[in-house]
Nanobody, 124 residues
Framework: QVPLVESGGGLVQAGGSLRLSCTAS????????MGWFRQAPGKEREFVAA????????YYADAVKGRFTISRDNAKNTVYLQMNSLKPEDTAVYYC?????????????????WGQGTQVTVSS
């Protein structure tokens, strides 16, 4: 497992942007595929985006495709989620996750490690 800490959440108006960051501890960050998930009140946690170990392959949920961008900087042990054109339905706690292999971060039961989450609230 790898310790993960998210940051960058907050309150934003609809149409605005936020960038989430997730920083890992240790020297093995570059070995992990990384993912972002979110959980809205009363709903199950859902997949948002994922990136492979090198950053060369990415996946997105249909609900965020074209608005969110996942990227990583292995030199900084950090993965990012740039969120543009935010909508009230994007309001949720956002979690980053790590797993060995891209397939492990495409579903909620796959990752080896989870961050503590960061709240994103989009007002209408």
């Amino acid at each position: 497992q790898v310790p993960l800490v998210e940051s960058g959440g907050g309150l934003v108006q609809a149409g605005g942007s936020l960038r989430l960051s997730c920083t890992a501890s240790g020297r093995t960050f570059g070995s992990y595929a990384m993912g972002w998930f979110r959980q809205a009140p009363g709903k199950e946690r859902e997949f948002v985006a994922a990136v492979n170990w090198s950053g060369g392959t990415t996946y997105y949920a249909d609900a965020v495709k074209g608005r969110f961008t996942i990227s990583r900087d292995n030199a900084k042990n950090t993965v990012y989620l740039q969120m543009n054109s935010l909508k009230p339905e994007d309001t949720a706690v956002y979690y980053c996750a790590a797993g060995l292999g891209i397939a492990t971060v495409l579903r909620t039961r796959g990752p080896d490690s989870w961050g503590q989450g960061t709240q994103v609230t989009v007002s209408s």
